[in-house]
T-cell receptor, first 114, second 112 residues
C-alpha cells in the first residue's frame, strides 16, 4: 500500500519569506518516483519535479529546492523568497518504479500576501 | 494544441442525468489517465489507457462510470445516472511513455 501525507493543510506567509512544504510517504516498494505538482486557481496541475528513490541528492531550481531523505521517508519542498505568484495548492505524489498511477497527498494550500 | 484539452470546463447536471467528459491528449502520447479530485482533496486515479487499450480501471468508483479511447487519441469519461457524490473535478493527463505527465485543466462537475 502507498500513502502520501501532507500534514500542512494551509500555510500563509508574507512575500519574501521562505516557506517549506512537508511531504511524508509510505511504500513497500524499494524503487519509486516522487513528484511535486503546483495547482494554481486555473486548475491544471503543473509539474515541478520528479525524483528517483535511488537518487538522494537534493535539488535546487531557482527559488525552489527539494530535500529528499529516504531514512525518514520525506520529500520536502522549500520556496525561498516567496512571491505572490507562488500562491497555489501544492501536491506531493508517489509512483512505483514499475507502475503508472500517481498517488497524491491531500495538498497544501499556500497563500503569499504582499 | 500544445497541451491536454478538456471539455466542457464546467458541467452542471441534474441528479440522474448522464454526462460525458472529453479529453484531447497531446498528439502522439501513448498513455492517458483519468483522475477524480474532490473538493479539498488530492487527485485520485480512476483509469489508465495505453493507446486504445484500457489497462486499468480499478479506480472507477462504480459501474456507472465508463471510459473509452476508441482510436487511441481522444478519450471520453461517461457517468451514468449521476449522483451528488460524483461532484468533483475530473482531470485528464497524458504521457508519451508513462513517465512525464501533462495534465489538463479539468472538468468541474456539479450534480444538483
Amino acid at each position: 500500500a502507498q500513502k502520501v501525507t501532507q500534514a500542512q493543510t494551509e500555510i500563509s506567509v508574507v512575500e519574501k519569506e521562505d516557506v517549506t512544504l512537508d511531504c511524508v510517504y509510505e511504500t513497500r516498494d524499494t524503487t519509486y518516483y516522487l513528484f511535486w505538482y503546483k495547482q494554481p486557481p486555473s486548475g491544471e496541475l503543473v509539474f515541478l519535479i520528479r525524483r528517483n528513490s535511488f537518487d538522494e541528492q537534493n535539488e535546487i531550481s531557482g527559488r525552489y529546492s527539494w530535500n529528499f531523505q529516504k531514512s525518514t521517508s520525506s520529500f520536502n519542498f522549500t520556496i525561498t523568497a516567496s512571491q505572490v505568484v507562488d500562491s497555489a495548492v501544492y501536491f506531493c505524489a508517489l509512483r512505483p518504479f514499475s507502475g503508472y498511477a500517481l498517488n497524491f497527498g491531500k495538498g497544501t494550500s499556500l497563500l503569499v500576501t504582499p | 494544441g500544445a497541451g491536454v484539452s478538456q471539455s466542457p470546463r464546467y458541467k452542471v447536471a441534474k441528479r440522474g442525468q448522464d454526462v460525458a467528459l472529453r479529453c484531447d491528449p497531446i498528439s502522439g502520447h501513448v498513455s492517458l489517465f483519468w483522475y477524480q479530485q474532490a473538493l479539498g482533496q488530492g487527485p485520485e486515479f480512476l483509469t489508465y489507457f495505453q493507446n486504445e487499450a484500457q489497462l486499468d480501471k480499478s479506480g472507477l468508483p462504480s459501474d456507472r462510470f465508463f471510459a473509452e479511447r476508441p482510436e487511441g487519441s481522444v478519450s471520453t469519461l461517461k457517468i451514468q445516472r449521476t449522483q451528488q457524490e460524483d461532484s468533483a473535478v475530473y482531470l485528464c493527463a497524458s504521457s508519451p511513455e508513462n513517465y512525464g505527465y501533462t495534465f489538463g485543466s479539468g472538468t468541474r462537475l456539479t450534480v444538483v
